[in-house]
């Protein structure tokens, strides 16, 4: 993906700190911290430092985390992204639909998914995520329920993502999003609901994929800690920047490892 989009920014700006120019929202200390990271991706810089992906790929190699020959991870940040949850007006199968029992199946596959990254990690096991209806939501609850800390990050303001990432599943998703953000203040990427001017002109971007690059490399960056994505979702080409299918891409290119499930398979959708 990075050579993609760096392909789309004149060669006089590549490499160039678009950090100084970015206004940063609420001066967030993440923000601080990791946008430079994610701007490198965009620009075609190399964040996180040299060698990291292969680092990853080193730590990946040796064999599991927890297994003879391996010390358990001191620290491991898990990253999730899958479905949201199917608008009413989606025609079926859908992707996610939002019943009782796909809700439950997701949320089982989630717990099951930490319980295991909790097994191979001998310290503190950290989540990120967004808040969108779908996954994002139940990884953040199937986390509080096993005691695993996690972090809220939205790429743009929460009326603007509640109204573009929660509000067409339904009034059921609007109301658990509502109390989630009330109890847990996110991180803010940015304060408009659009790209900034210097990225405008970025071919096939968006703030969403913005969103994921910017969520991936602050779990990369934090210090001495292993990286998983927990991926829920169809596996098919995503509908457009910025979704589940370009977090995936973008995880595997970085050396983060990747526990993904079929969510076709999961809730029993006919494949087509």
Not at 68 to 81: L, M, N, Q, Y
Not at 93 to 115: H, N, V, Y
Request: hydrophobic letters at 40%; one cysteine or more; charged letters at 25%.
């Amino acid at each position: 993906m990075a050579t993609g989009l760096r392909g789309a920014i004149p060669p006089a700006d590549r490499g160039q700190s678009w950090f100084r120019e970015e206004r940063l929202p609420h001066g967030q200390e993440c923000a601080r911290r990791t946008l430079p990271a994610a701007i490198g991706v965009v620009t075609g810089g190399d964040f996180p430092p040299a060698g990291f992906a292969r680092r990853q790929l080193q730590r990946r190699v040796r064999g599991p985390r927890g297994v003879a020959g391996r010390s358990p991870a001191e620290r491991a940040v898990v990253v999730a992204t899958g479905h949201r949850a199917d608008a009413p007006s989606r025609p079926p199968p859908g992707r996610f639909p939002d019943t009782a029992r796909c809700i439950d199946k997701a949320k089982s596959w989630l717990r099951e998914a930490l319980q295991a990254e909790k097994v191979e990690t001998a310290g503190t096991l950290y989540g990120i995520a967004g808040a969108a209806s779908g996954v994002d939501l139940l990884f953040h609850e199937a986390c509080r329920e096993l005691g695993v800390p996690t972090k809220v990050c939205l790429p743009i303001p929460i009326e603007a993502y509640r109204r573009r990432s929660v509000a067409d599943s339904g009034p059921d998703w609007v109301e658990k999003f509502n109390h989630f953000i009330a109890e847990n203040p996110p991180v803010i990427l940015s304060d408009s609901g659009e790209l900034p001017a210097w990225a405008e002109g970025i071919k096939d971007y968006s703030v969403f994929q913005r969103g994921n690059i910017w969520n991936m490399q602050d779990a990369l960056l934090q210090p001495n800690a292993d990286v998983t994505l927990l991926a829920l979702w169809n596996q098919k080409a995503g509908e457009g920047p910025g979704g589940t299918a370009d977090m995936v891409r973008l995880a595997k290119s970085r050396g983060a490892k990747v526990r993904e499930h079929n969510s076709d398979e999961l809730f029993g959708i006919a494949s087509s």
